[in-house]
């Protein structure tokens, strides 16, 4: 099966992907603090999904005003999340497959089946959703965003953070 990358993105922008240059930054590395069947994990979507009756969707207006654009907020999402409680706001993925089945961009239930048969250490009570498509120099993530996260994730003794991406 051949996956097509750029399926939902307009034709322009596979040709301004294909020659973005390689990053030359390192790649962030860090070993686990213990054995995996001891770590907490969270799990992480780029899938722009959101609780729908209490939080904010992301901002697709300002996106459809300036496609360079995306909305660098994230959205916590509790473990015990119903599939009635989610809604997408992303302009670059089809929401039909994760409307029907929030698991297909954050896989809880996979993980929660791996913490029953002992093979992660526990779940943590909260996971974490943004959008995906990003402005190409993340400051919002570098400077705000990713601090905030890496300091919740710090206060809630999470070890691993895994990206499910979409």
């Known amino acids: 099966m051949t996956v097509d990358s750029y399926r939902y993105l307009p034709r322009s922008?596979?040709?301004m992907y294909e020659a973005t240059p390689v990053s030359d930054e390192p790649v962030a590395w860090t070993p686990l603090p213990r054995p995996l069947n001891r770590c907490s994990i969270a799990l992480m979507t780029s899938a722009g999904i959101f609780l729908k009756d209490s939080?904010?969707?992301f901002d697709e207006e300002r996106e459809w005003a300036n496609p360079q654009w995306g909305d660098p907020t994230y959205r916590v999402i509790?473990?015990?999340v119903r599939q009635e409680q989610v809604a997408c706001s992303h302009l670059h993925i089809s929401h039909d497959d994760l409307l029907e089945d929030v698991d297909v961009v954050l896989p809880i239930r996979a993980f929660?089946?791996?913490e029953t048969e002992g093979r992660i250490g526990?779940?943590?009570g909260?996971?974490?959703s943004f959008m995906g498509y990003q402005d190409r120099r993340l400051l919002d993530w570098r400077n705000?965003?990713?601090p905030e996260l890496a300091a919740r994730l710090k206060e809630r003794k999470v070890d691993?953070?895994?990206l499910a991406p979409a």
Do not use: I, R
């Open 112 to 114: 929660k089946a791996l």
């Open 160 to 162: 691993v953070l895994l």
């Open 78 to 80: 509790p473990s015990d």
């Open 55 to 57: 939080q904010p969707g």
């Open 13 to 15: 922008m596979k040709t």
């Open 126 to 128: 909260e996971h974490y």
């Open 144 to 146: 705000t965003q990713g």
């Open 122 to 124: 526990s779940l943590a």
